[in-house]
Nanobody, 123 residues
Framework: QVQLGESGGGSVQSGGSLRLSCAGS????????LGWFRQPPGKGREGVAT???????DYADSVKGRFTISKDNAKNTLYLQMNSLKPDDTGVYYC?????????????????WGQGTQVTVSS
């Protein structure tokens, strides 16, 4: 069973950038569909970006053009590059494996989760 460990969160000013990493252990991420999710303060968890094992990507409308999901199979690590950050991007970010039969951002079915990492964007 794969375990996920996140890093790269922190505090940045509006317009800044962060790169989140999600290291897999116990199994290769090659065969998994993967996703990033976030939970703003006082709100529910929402999908941000997903990556199918075949290479296709999907993004929430709110982050299209600003965020990029990718992975490095050699390092067994999933990434989320976040540019042009806004205060509304503030929240706890989670990486997860998702069902490859239900992998879209709108309706992804997460299975294994990381512990989350805080992202704070100030104005």
């Amino acid at each position: 069973q794969v375990q996920l460990g996140e890093s790269g969160g922190g505090s940045v000013q509006s317009g800044g950038s962060l790169r989140l990493s999600c290291a897999g252990s116990g199994a290769t991420l090659r065969f998994y569909c993967l996703g990033w999710f976030r939970q703003p303060p006082g709100k529910g968890r929402e999908g941000v970006a997903t990556l199918h094992s075949a290479g296709s990507t999907d993004y929430a409308d709110s982050v299209k053009g600003r965020f990029t999901i990718s992975k490095d199979n050699a390092k067994n690590t999933l990434y989320l590059q976040m540019n042009s950050l806004k205060p509304d991007d503030t929240g706890v970010y989670y990486c997860a494996t998702v069902s490859c039969s239900r992998w879209s951002v709108a309706s992804s079915a997460a299975t294994d989760w990381g512990q989350g990492t805080q992202v704070t964007v100030s104005s």
